[in-house]
C-alpha cells in the first residue's frame, strides 16, 4: 500500500496519507458493522430467549466493559511498543465473536460472543487511531473524522441490515457477515504494511521528545474535563443505542423492521456530524466545537422525551448531528494536550468511556424494567448540561 498511497499536500507542512486515512476508515466501518450486530440483534434476542432489560443491559456492559478494560492497556503498551501485525488479528477477534452470535443457543454463549467482539474492538481502536494521525500531514481534525465517520456508518448500517436481512431469515444469517470480516482482516494487512514501512523510515531519524504544552495540573484537570464530556455523549448515545428501538415500539407502536430502520437514521446523522465536526474543529479549532455540540444539542434532548413520531424522528437526527460532532473534537485535544501517548488517549477515550456508556447502559436497563423506557429517556434528556465544563478547558493558542 505505500507504494500506491495517494498523498497530498497538507496545512502545517506533513503529507495527507488519503488512501491510508480511508483505508483505516473502511476497516473502521466492517468493525462497527461487526460489533453493531450485537444490539441491532437486542429484539430478535429479547424475544427468542426471553430476556429482560436488564438482560440486555448486561450484554451491552459485556461488550463495552470488555474493550474498555483493554484499549487504554493496548494504547499504553503500543505507545512503547508499536504492533502493526495486530490489527489484523483484532478482526479476527471480532470474527470469531459473530461466529458464537450466529450459532448461540444458551444466554451465556452470547455474553461470551459479546466479550470476544469487545477484545477486537480493544486491539482495533488504539493503532488505527495512531495510524489517522501519523497519516495526517497536519490535518489532525480531518484525520480523526474521516475514521471515526467509518465507525458510525458501519453503526448506521448495522441495524439497517440486521432489519433486512438477520430479522426475516433469523439469528444465523449473521454468520453471512463473516465474508465482511474477512475482507477487512485483508485491508487491514495492507494498511499494518504501510504502518510498518513506516515505522521503519521513522526509525532512520533522530527522536524527538514528547513535550506537554501545559503543567502537569492544568494537563489533568483538562483531561478530566474532556473525559467527563465524552462519558456525557456516550451514556445518552449508549442509551439510544440499546432502547431507541424499543422505545419506538412501545411508545408508537411501530414494526421492529421500522425501528431498524429509524435506529439507522440516528447513527447515519451522527457519522454526517462527526466529520463536519472535524473540518471545523480544524479551521476554528477543538474547543469551539466542543461548545457547540454539548451544548448545542440540549434544547433537542429536553424536548425528545414529549415528541410525536414524526418530531422524535426529526429530533434524533438533530442530536445525531449536533451531539456526534464532539467526539473528533475531543479526542484531537486530548492527543494535543499528551504528545506522545496517542495510543493510550485513544484507549481511554474510544475504549473506557465507551464502558462506562456499558455501564451506564445496565443500570438504565434495571431502570426501565421498573420506570419504564420513557423515564429513562426523560432522564438522560439532562445530561448535555455537562457541556458548562468546557469552560475550564485551555484556550488552543495555549496548545500551540
Known amino acids: 500500500m505505500?507504494?500506491?498511497?495517494?498523498?497530498?499536500?497538507?496545512?502545517?507542512?506533513?503529507?495527507t496519507a488519503i488512501m491510508v486515512i480511508l483505508?483505516?476508515?473502511?476497516?473502521?466501518?466492517?468493525?462497527?458493522?461487526?460489533?453493531?450486530?450485537?444490539?441491532?440483534?437486542y429484539p430478535l434476542m429479547k424475544e427468542t430467549y426471553d430476556l429482560d432489560f436488564w438482560q440486555i443491559g448486561l450484554l451491552t456492559l459485556t461488550f463495552q466493559f470488555t474493550a474498555s478494560l483493554l484499549q487504554p492497556v493496548v494504547g499504553l503498551y503500543t505507545d512503547k511498543h508499536p504492533a502493526p501485525r495486530s490489527l489484523p488479528l483484532g478482526m479476527v477477534s471480532s470474527l470469531i465473536g459473530l461466529i458464537l452470535l450466529a450459532f448461540a443457543h444458551h444466554y451465556w454463549t452470547l455474553l461470551l460472543g459479546a466479550?470476544?467482539?469487545?477484545?477486537?474492538?480493544?486491539?482495533?481502536?488504539?493503532?488505527?487511531?495512531?495510524?489517522?494521525?501519523?497519516?495526517?500531514?497536519?490535518?489532525?481534525g480531518f484525520a480523526q473524522s474521516t475514521f471515526q465517520v467509518g465507525g458510525n456508518l458501519g453503526h448506521a448500517l448495522g441495524p439497517l441490515l440486521a432489519a433486512f436481512i438477520v430479522v426475516p431469515r433469523g439469528q444465523t444469517s449473521v454468520a453471512w457477515f463473516c465474508l465482511v470480516a474477512m475482507v477487512g482482516i485483508l485491508v487491514l494487512r495492507r494498511v499494518s504494511g504501510w504502518y510498518a514501512?513506516?515505522?521503519?523510515?521513522?526509525?532512520?531519524?533522530?527522536?524527538?521528545?514528547?513535550?506537554?504544552?501545559?503543567?502537569?495540573?492544568?494537563?489533568?484537570?483538562?483531561?478530566?474535563v474532556l473525559f467527563l464530556l465524552v462519558i456525557t455523549k456516550n451514556i445518552y448515545t449508549a442509551s439510544l443505542g440499546s432502547y431507541y428501538?424499543?422505545?419506538?415500539?412501545?411508545?408508537?407502536g411501530v414494526s421492529v423492521q421500522a425501528s431498524q430502520v429509524l435506529l439507522f437514521v440516528f447513527y447515519g446523522a451522527s457519522a454526517i456530524g462527526i466529520f463536519i465536526?472535524?473540518?471545523?474543529?480544524?479551521?476554528?479549532?477543538?474547543?469551539?466545537?466542543?461548545?457547540?455540540?454539548?451544548l448545542g444539542v440540549l434544547p433537542f434532548t429536553l424536548a425528545m422525551p414529549y415528541a410525536g413520531l414524526t418530531l422524535t424522528v426529526i429530533l434524533s437526527i438533530l442530536v445525531g448531528l449536533i451531539l456526534s460532532s464532539a467526539f473528533t473534537a475531543i479526542v484531537v485535544f486530548a492527543q494535543e494536550l499528551m504528545p506522545g501517548r496517542v495510543g493510550m488517549v485513544a484507549g481511554i477515550f474510544f475504549g473506557f468511556s465507551f464502558g462506562v456508556g456499558g455501564l451506564a447502559a445496565a443500570g438504565l436497563g434495571i431502570l426501565a424494567d421498573h420506570q419504564g423506557i420513557d423515564y429513562v429517556f426523560r432522564m438522560v434528556s439532562y445530561l448535555p448540561l455537562l457541556g458548562l465544563l468546557t469552560i475550564l478547558l485551555p484556550r488552543m493558542d495555549e496548545l500551540r
Open 277 to 294: 465536526g472535524g473540518l471545523v474543529g480544524d479551521r476554528f479549532g477543538s474547543k469551539a466545537v466542543i461548545w457547540i455540540s454539548i
Open 245 to 252: 428501538t424499543f422505545y419506538l415500539i412501545e411508545k408508537f
Open 197 to 224: 514501512a513506516h515505522m521503519r523510515e521513522t526509525a532512520k531519524r533522530p527522536a524527538a521528545a514528547a513535550r506537554y504544552p501545559l503543567p502537569a495540573r492544568r494537563t489533568q484537570l483538562a483531561m478530566a
Open 23 to 41: 483505508a483505516i476508515s473502511f476497516c473502521h466501518l466492517i468493525n462497527d458493522v461487526l460489533q453493531s450486530m450485537l444490539t441491532a440483534l
Open 115 to 140: 466479550a470476544v467482539i469487545g477484545i477486537g474492538s480493544a486491539i482495533f481502536h488504539p493503532e488505527s487511531s495512531r495510524i489517522a494521525r501519523l497519516a495526517s500531514g497536519g490535518r489532525h
Open 2 to 15: 505505500s507504494q500506491a498511497t495517494l498523498q497530498t499536500r497538507a496545512p502545517g507542512g506533513g503529507d
